[in-house]
């Protein structure tokens, strides 16, 4: 159901932005223009719940949630007809959240 290739569309206070996430056996890697995403995540019904590393390999770049440099990132969303529709923070920290939008684009052969 999520194991697969994903197009990830976020929006933040500070813009929005795009990437993409690999999703497989309870670890999830990613990507976009100024960092990566490492972490973990689990499925529960139709919710999925990640805790991603955010490494900024760009010195200087924000985040569209204003930080500046590495953070975690808790992301909850419930997915639908290949589309999960999620909300992340970052725990610990005194920024907004952002929205996202994951569409699967291809899913792992079994």
Do not use: C
């Amino acid at each position: 159901m999520i194991e697969g290739f994903w197009i990830v569309q976020f929006d933040g206070l500070q813009g929005n932005g795009a990437g993409v996430a690999v999703f497989i056996r309870g670890k999830v890697f990613g990507g976009d223009s100024g960092s990566t995403y490492i972490g973990t995540y689990e499925v529960t019904g139709r919710t999925v719940k990640a805790e991603v590393r955010v490494h900024n390999y760009v010195a200087g770049v924000q985040s569209i949630i204003g930080i500046e440099g590495d953070y975690d990132l808790r992301v909850v969303g419930d997915i639908e007809d290949g589309i999960i529709r999620a909300s992340g923070s970052a725990p610990g920290k005194q920024v907004a959240g952002m929205a996202l939008r994951l569409t699967r684009t291809a899913a792992l052969p079994e």
